[in-house]
């Protein structure tokens, strides 16, 4: 069985961010675009897609008016080459709502929930990519074995584009800055 046969031709050439726009939404749900190539990533599962949506409620409830929290949602990191990151939530700016694609300065805040098949991904990659795009911050949601989850944070360095690590939340996340977010992700 070749790769023709297994995924369309498209999915076997560099994208650009034209062709990319171009495509329907059921092309782009469940994909990736990094450095012009599609990446299929693996279905989440329902603890995850619950977690993410937990997380993106309670987001949307402390950000006020001036932020929406939303799941599944495409950031356009770069358009040459194309990097389209689905981020699992992401916090931006209510006033660009209907702007596409969604850049990294609309976004405070991407999270990013680790799934089997992620983890270097989640824990490596796209810490280092969201901080070259100068997103502010980001979470990354482990699922521990005890059902309850562990929340680790990073803070932008802006002179060096890198994060600093922030604090670990175990179930219940506290955070003032920059809006008040208390988040029970309790046990899941």
Request: hydrophobic share 40%.
């Amino acid at each position: 069985m070749t790769a023709e046969m297994v995924a369309p031709a498209w999915m076997h050439e560099q994208i650009t961010a034209e062709q990319y726009d171009s495509w329907s939404e059921e092309q782009c749900a469940g994909i990736e675009i990094v450095d012009g190539m599609v990446v299929v990533g693996p279905s989440a599962s329902k603890r995850h897609n619950r977690l993410a949506r937990i997380l993106a409620n309670a987001l949307e409830d402390a950000a006020g008016p001036d932020w929406n929290a939303d799941t599944d949602f495409d950031v356009r990191l770069q358009d040459v080459p194309l990097t389209n990151r689905r981020t699992d939530v992401v916090v931006y700016r209510a006033e660009t709502i209907d702007v596409t694609p969604t850049r990294p300065e609309h976004v405070l805040l991407v999270a990013e929930v680790v799934s089997p098949g992620s983890e270097t991904t989640d824990r490596v990659v796209k810490v280092d990519q969201y901080a070259k795009a100068g997103i502010a911050f980001y979470w990354r949601i482990e699922q521990a074995a005890t059902g309850v989850p562990l929340v680790y944070t990073y803070v932008l360095d802006p002179a060096t584009r890198t994060y600093r690590e922030g604090d670990v939340f175990t179930g219940v996340v506290k955070v003032a800055a920059p809006f008040p977010v208390r988040v029970d992700l309790g046990q899941l």
